[in-house]
């Protein structure tokens, strides 16, 4: 039920940024879930973290932030999710976890899984960034979000050691449309790296040429195709010898 608020809370969110930058689901989320009399510096401080993490690029100042407005909101899932993020940026990623997962607990969204397998990736866990994958709904999620997990975890059959596991987890699960946007080329710029140290050069030259063809300046996607096609060129020569 929502918690009615005073005059002078109602006049701090009124103040410079707060309304622009926090959306109106994210307010009224705060005006369910603060501590009493505490909504207008949660809303204040989410609002310097999403900030913070956005315009500023300070991630220790976000997390500052966001720790404020957790003191004041500790159920929000706006909240949690700020700090999480901005947890993750600082490579705090134990506590990234933390409240990455309540966040999606709190608001029964999937949409955070990406970063939380690729979380795992990092506390060493690969095998655990598969198993988000495999239990994640991706067909909820936008397109961006559910490439980025599909990428987390063909990288994290990398760090296994299995990057061909990777390769056809990417064939198996990607989809390529005439125009590809930048999450799908960051997902065949995978796909050609795993190919690659899997031994695989044809499948990463398809891979990269993909990339090249759409954005031949992305990352050094072009150089490598190059080194895989003088290799290829190599090889072709010696073999003829």
């Not at 100042?61 to 159920?75: D, M």
């Amino acid at each position: 039920m929502n918690r009615p608020h005073d005059g002078g809370a109602a006049a701090a969110v009124e103040g410079p940024g707060v309304g622009e930058v926090l959306p109106a689901e994210a307010l009224d989320e705060l005006r369910e879930t603060a501590r009493p009399h505490a909504f207008a510096d949660a809303a204040r401080a989410l609002a310097d973290a999403v900030v913070a993490l956005s315009e500023e690029g300070d991630p220790e100042a976000a997390v500052r932030a966001a720790r404020a407005a957790k003191r004041a909101a500790p159920r929000a899932a706006s909240v949690r999710e700020a700090l999480g993020i901005a947890l993750y940026q600082v490579e705090d990623f134990r506590g990234a976890r933390t409240e990455l997962a309540a966040a999606q607990r709190i608001s029964g969204r999937g949409d955070l899984d990406a970063m939380l397998a690729d979380i795992e990736r990092a506390l060493g866990r690969p095998e655990r960034a598969i198993a988000i994958f495999e239990r994640s709904n991706r067909s909820r999620m936008e397109p961006d979000t559910a490439a980025e997990l599909l990428l987390v975890a063909a990288s994290a059959y990398g760090d296994l050691g299995q990057p061909a596991a990777g390769v056809a987890l990417i064939r198996r699960h990607a989809r390529w449309p005439a125009e590809l946007a930048d999450h799908h080329l960051r997902l065949a710029y995978a796909e050609g790296a795993l190919a690659e140290q899997a031994g695989d050069p044809t499948r990463a030259r398809a891979a990269f040429a993909r990339v090249v063809q759409a954005d031949p300046e992305f990352h050094d996607a072009a150089d490598r195709l190059e080194r895989l096609d003088d290799s290829g060129a190599s090889a072709g020569t010696a073999g003829a010898t």
